[in-house]
């Protein structure tokens, strides 16, 4: 067969899909000018190619079917497409799915979007895989035509799957290193070392389609030998939810990674709690070079209403610290909207997001992802019907506290105050000498003050 693998390439604004929002993607559009140079950057730094994908490809491969991918294009000739769905650009996904029929293609949709909203993709569809793609599609590719939802179990050998293919969906990119940046642009790529999340947040869509798996350590070892073996050294992202969840793990694979000479460099997502000083100092000698975690909100007792369990702001602020000491970049999440968020706690959380110090912060407004428990819980308070807004970045339902304006308001003034200091471009610059740290602050102070100044004037404007 020759088989089309689609992950179609956003429209509007910065997307990102695949393994973001476990699937449903977000789009940041941007509606400041800060949001503007953030979209920018991340475009030219974020944009990873799918590692289902690169799984699917394996398998089709293996069964020595002919593979390519498409951003968009369309394929003349091809037997079977199987299109990466998303919430945030289903539009696209689905009018891309529609023209391979008119060609004759057969096509099928995987992703949580297509599994949980089955409705907005079923028209332009052959199939839908329901799950994680793999089990339906070794199916697939043995000769089982595939149709209306496709039962696909969780495989819970992980160790079992041939290692992602990317020639088909990639070829080979050019890549290079931009100074102090932690990810190069072009060439890094996504491992999976585990799946899900054993945590218990009701807002994540991360841990609603399975449940947690780990693969060996003698097993990404392999794939990280294999890649280097391939491409040469190169930035991996572990795209895990929870990437240091078993510290032994992490240990033995940092091990491994050096006793074998791997030159990779690499960064993964984690909770703090998950992190030590020493373990912290092993993952950088083994390549860690950037890291990226969620802190949501800084009063426990709205992290505790959604299932999170709030970590220490000590632990925090010392896990942070050492990390600027070994120079690795830190990505800090917030969500702002929270049921107990109020206009003073969110600019409380944006005030611990300054100090905390992170190189970078991600702000986003509350989303309730069809799926989770909190979609459950909120679904009454639901006012957008458009899914492709469910994006991370829009109001989607009516909180008791601030109004859609209000949240957005606050949203901008998030990122302002974060990326409009002197001192982000001493973080970002890794400039620790006490002297400039300590004019930096001041620097802060002042345009601190200005920011409220213009905030105020912003306020009155939208109550006026
Ligand atoms: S720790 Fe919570 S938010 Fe993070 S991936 Fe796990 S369940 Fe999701």
């Known amino acids: 067969?020759?088989?089309?693998?689609?992950?179609?390439?956003?429209?509007?604004?910065?997307?990102?899909?695949?393994?973001?929002?476990?699937?449903?993607?977000?789009?940041?559009?941007?509606?400041?000018?800060?949001?503007?140079?953030?979209?920018?950057?991340?475009?030219?730094?974020?944009?990873?190619?799918?590692?289902?994908?690169?799984?699917v490809a394996a398998l089709a491969e293996r069964a020595g079917h002919e593979v390519m991918g498409s951003r968009g294009e369309l394929v003349d000739r091809a037997d079977v497409a199987l299109v990466l769905s998303s919430l945030v650009d289903f539009r696209r996904e689905t009018a891309w799915a529609r023209a391979m029929r008119e060609r004759g293609t057969k096509v099928g949709f995987i992703g949580l979007a297509s599994q949980k909203l089955p409705h907005l993709f079923e028209a332009d569809a052959d199939f839908i895989v329901d799950g994680e793609p793999e089990a339906a599609i070794m199916r697939l590719v043995a000769g089982e035509p595939l149709t209306g939802m496709a039962a696909s179990p969780q495989i819970d050998d992980l160790d079992s799957l041939p290692f992602p293919q990317w020639q088909?969906?990639?070829?080979?990119?050019?890549?290079?290193?931009?100074p102090f940046a932690g990810r190069p642009v072009g060439g890094a790529l996504p491992v999976l070392a585990s799946r899900s999340c054993p945590e218990f947040c009701t807002y994540c869509p991360h841990r609603i389609q399975t449940k947690y798996r780990a693969r060996s350590v003698r097993n990404i070892l392999e794939e990280l030998t294999y890649l280097e073996d391939t491409r040469g050294p190169i930035h991996v992202v572990f795209r895990d939810p929870l990437f240091s969840q078993e510290r032994d793990r992490v240990l033995e694979l940092c091990d491994g990674i050096r006793s074998r000479g791997l030159?990779?460099?690499?960064?993964?997502?984690?909770?703090?709690?998950?992190?030590?000083?020493?373990?912290?100092?092993?993952?950088?000698?083994?390549?860690l070079r950037a890291m990226s975690f969620g802190v949501e909100s800084q009063a426990p007792t709205t992290l505790k209403k959604v299932g999170r369990r709030p970590i220490p702001e000590a632990h925090q602020r010392a896990i942070l610290a050492r990390c600027r000491e070994l120079g690795i970049v830190t990505a800090a999440f917030y969500v702002l909207g929270f049921g107990e968020d109020t206009w003073d706690s969110i600019n409380a959380t944006i005030d611990y997001s300054i100090e905390l110090g992170s190189t970078v912060a991600q702000y986003k407004i509350l989303t309730p992802y069809p799926g989770t428990p909190l979609f459950k819980r909120m679904e009454t308070t639901l006012t957008e019907t458009d899914w492709e807004k469910y994006d991370g970045f829009t109001?989607?339902?009516?909180?008791?506290?601030?109004?859609?304006?209000?949240?957005?308001?606050?949203?901008?003034?998030?990122?302002t105050r974060f990326y409009m200091r002197p001192s982000f471009l001493a973080n970002y610059l890794r400039v620790s000498a006490p002297a400039v740290r300590s004019v930096v602050q001041k620097l802060d102070a002042r345009v601190e003050r200005r920011h409220a100044r213009r905030e105020c004037v912003r306020v009155a404007g939208s109550t006026a």
Request: charged content about 25%; glycine content about 8%; proline content about 4%.
């Open 263 to 287: 030159h990779h460099t690499f960064e993964c997502e984690t909770r703090l709690d998950r992190l030590d000083d020493e373990l912290l100092t092993i993952m950088h000698r083994a390549g």
């Open 168 to 178: 088909p969906l990639i070829g080979a990119r050019r890549r290079f290193r931009v």
């Open 1 to 55: 067969m020759r088989i089309v693998l689609a992950d179609i390439k956003g429209g509007d604004g910065f997307i990102s899909k695949d393994t973001v929002a476990g699937g449903y993607g977000s789009r940041l559009r941007p509606f400041s000018k800060v949001t503007g140079v953030v979209a920018s950057l991340k475009s030219r730094f974020h944009d990873l190619p799918s590692v289902h994908l690169a799984y």
């Open 395 to 415: 109001p989607t339902f009516t909180h008791e506290r601030l109004t859609h304006d209000e949240l957005r308001l606050l949203l901008g003034s998030a990122y």
